[in-house]
């Protein structure tokens, strides 16, 4: 098993553009979601999903949009980048039933 | 809602002593606590977890604990090694919620 990937690695946008984060996992995890992790801090919830057609909000999910047509897939869009928005991206996903959250490594982005 | 406080933000130890890591949580429904470590650039880890109806839990040289009654668990650490540098995370899980209720962190740095 791959586990959690997530695709780029890195990127750097500039100020209005969008750009879709990837995050894809082969364990059949019906639960999945977004963390941003700003330098020297935690973990902030963006969006989550409990399966297929479900997604709900976390603590910050403003200028995020997500979607979660097949339990492997589960798309971060940015819609409109804003320096602010300069961090860590991290997914996450875990079975139902079960506590663990197996995390993908991460996508670096700067926005100028 | 799940409220968790983690203490300290930072602990640094003189290599081979223990490092003592402490949370506290809100919400007396909350059922499970793990830890998770990360290191710099790298995405974050479980390494212990431990289930309410649990006191104590140990795995080699790293140990948690749980009080239920004051709300609080501990990440203990015994004979500390460079290797054990990094961040890291406590968690809850409150019942009625899908999603790990993350500490800030705390940094920790063992000195040689």
């Known amino acids: 098993n791959a586990g959690v990937t997530q695709t780029p690695k890195f990127q750097v946008l500039k100020t209005g553009q969008s750009m879709t984060l990837q995050c894809a996992q082969d364990?059949?995890?019906?639960?999945m979601s977004w963390y941003r992790q700003d330098p020297g801090m935690g973990l902030r919830l963006i969006h989550y999903?409990?399966?297929?057609?479900?997604?709900d909000q976390g603590e910050v999910p403003n200028g995020y949009n997500v979607s979660r047509s097949t339990t492997e897939d589960f798309p971060l869009r940015l819609l409109s980048a804003a320096p602010s928005q300069t961090s860590v991206y991290f997914c996450?996903?875990?079975?139902?039933?079960?506590?663990?959250?197996?995390f993908g490594p991460g996508t670096r982005l700067t926005v100028t | 809602g799940e409220n968790v406080e983690q203490h300290p933000s930072t602990l640094s130890v003189q290599e081979g002593d223990s490092a003592v890591i402490k949370c506290t949580y809100s919400?007396?429904?909350?059922?499970?606590f793990p830890w998770y470590k990360q290191e710099l650039g790298k995405r974050p880890q479980l390494i212990i977890d431990?289930?309410?109806n649990v006191g104590e839990k140990k795995d080699q040289r790293i140990a948690v604990t749980l009080n239920k009654t004051a709300k609080h668990f501990s990440l203990h650490i015994t004979e500390t090694q460079p290797e054990d540098s990094a961040v890291y995370f406590c968690?809850?899980?409150?019942?009625?919620?899908?999603?790990?209720?993350w500490g800030a962190g705390t940094k920790l740095i063992i000195k040689p």
């Open positions: 364990m059949n995890h019906e639960y």
């Open positions: 999903s409990v399966g297929a057609g479900i997604t």
């Open positions: 996450a996903s875990r079975a139902s039933g079960r506590y663990e959250q197996y």
């Open positions: 431990i289930r309410s």
């Open positions: 968690a809850g899980y409150p019942d009625s919620n899908y999603q790990l209720i």
């Open positions: 919400d007396s429904a909350s059922n499970y």
